[in-house]
């Protein structure tokens, strides 16, 4: 994301159609290890590859057109077109470098949520 600061990885979004989706997610599977599979839902899911440390790698597999992809698509696209908003996400992980993995997806989801609340509000993302 061009003007985006990392915290240090690179996330990956692979999207496919539906019917894509178990053999894609059975092929990740066995390229890269499964992450955080508490937040996979029939939609999406997660992976890491281990043996990508400068930087890491995450890939986040969805479907198209589902409400996960709606999700990453909405926001790449807000923060492409908000300079504003980009700069507040820059913010926010200035604020939370160095902090636990933990700490800083919890925060992350607050960070968000006004935003997808806004999107929800306006009917741009359900």
């Known amino acids: 994301m061009p003007g985006a600061l990392t915290k240090g990885d690179v996330d990956l979004t692979v999207r496919v159609e539906r019917g894509e989706l178990e053999p894609t997610q059975a092929e990740l599977g066995r390229l890269y290890?499964?992450?955080?599979?508490?937040?996979?839902?029939?939609?999406?899911?997660?992976?890491?590859?281990?043996?990508?440390?400068?930087?890491?790698?995450?890939?986040?597999?969805?479907?198209?057109?589902?409400?996960?992809?709606?999700?990453?698509?909405?926001l790449r696209d807000l923060l492409r077109s908000d300079p504003d908003l980009l700069a507040a996400y820059n913010a926010f992980k200035r604020e939370h470098e160095g902090t636990s993995y933990a700490v800083y997806t919890e925060a992350k989801e607050r960070f968000w949520e006004p935003v997808l609340t806004r999107l929800r509000a306006q009917g741009t993302h359900s």
């Open 33 to 74: 290890a499964i992450h955080q599979p508490e937040n996979w839902t029939p939609t999406y899911a997660s992976f890491i590859d281990p043996g990508a440390i400068d930087p890491p790698v995450g890939v986040q597999l969805v479907v198209r057109g589902s409400p996960d992809d709606l999700l990453f698509v909405t």
